[in-house]
């Protein structure tokens, strides 16, 4: 007899991104795909992650995490965002922001309760959002200034509206959202009594002198946000699956509940390697935020005379460029590159349930070697 899986996880379609890595291997492709970096993070801190395997950091972490990492977050937060979390009751380190994502919606919402989710979406938070048992309510950021409608927000919200989900910087949009649009979606949570789950995964990845605001920190929002990052993305080391939730206690204790059963502790001598990180992010933003803004700008440029006509992002380490319309769709195109052309690429009509116009564009990663970058673009160069 066949055991068929449970029915909360039917509507889970499998990604497209394990099909386009699948081709791009046998393509023998250049990966502009895979949303993580090609080279390695800061050697200094590969060997903090040695030095704590030596020292013998290699049982269970506490619960909630190791108290140096939980400091060096809570240093963090408040040096940048002027937000006091406590590291002993809101703190919680979890296997990368996925797994954060994942407690925070399992442990907050109930059967029937609506999410909205501003697409194109990362796409776990539909999948969790499911697994909940929660209905994602999408609304659309439309291209190509990707900005908050306040009315579409509004017109989305009903009596079972519970939580928002909000990303910024964006993936896969690659926008920073303005204070007003900020400030949109914080009034909506506090006239309709929403939580808030912000996902700030990208947070020192700005251009252009641009800096992030932490959602938590607006007006009335600290007692109804939990904050997501991860130290994956800024220290260039998205294996190691270091991510944390920050929340009032009494979210806090919620998530924890989950998070003690899905995962109970995370990697010891990672969170040991990524506390010493954090506490040398001072230091190390500046030239990682020129390197990133260097390869955004390079394939900017490299893509100038291009067909493909790329939506400059303000953040992130992705670009959405827009297709001609005699290319087929963002599948049919991204298929076709990967196959004739040896360039991966994620065509983005995955990360929308509403809206088809994910069709007319793809999704470009730039967080890759210059060689990696120079030998995509060449692939890129339609007229
Ligand atoms: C928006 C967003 N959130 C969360 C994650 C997952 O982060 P982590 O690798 O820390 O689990 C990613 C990774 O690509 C992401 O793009």
Known sequence: MIHKPARRIEAIEPSIFATMSRLAIEHAAVNLGQGFPDFDGPSWIVEAFAGALRSEKNQYAPMHGTAR??????????KFYGLEWNAETEITVTAGATEALFSSMLALLDEGDEVILFEPFYDSYYANALIAGATPVCVTLHAPSFRIDEAALNAAITG?????????????TGRVFSQDEMNVVAACA????LLVLSDEVYEFLTFDGKHHTSFASLPGMRTRTVSISSTGKTFGMTGWKIGFAMAT????????????FATFAVNTPAQHA???????????????????QQKR??????????ILKPITPEGTYFMMVQLPSDVGDDVQCATRLVTERQVAVIPPSVFYRRSTEGQRMLRLCFAKKEETLLAGIARLQFH
Not at 69 to 78: D, I, N, P, S
Not at 164 to 171: A, D, K, T, Y
């Open 160 to 172: 079972r509206t519970r939580m928002i989900v909000f990303n910024n910087p964006h993936n896969p």
């Open 190 to 193: 506090r006239r309709h009594n």
């Open 69 to 78: 990492l939980r400091k060096a977050v809570a240093a963090y937060q408040q």
């Open 249 to 260: 206690g009494n979210l806090t204790n919620a998530i924890r509940t989950v998070h003690q």
């Open 297 to 306: 700008d390079m394939l900017l440029r490299g893509l100038e005379d291009s």
């Open 274 to 292: 990524m506390a010493h990180g954090l506490e040398k992010l001072h230091d190390y933003l500046p030239d990682f935020r020129i390197l990133y």
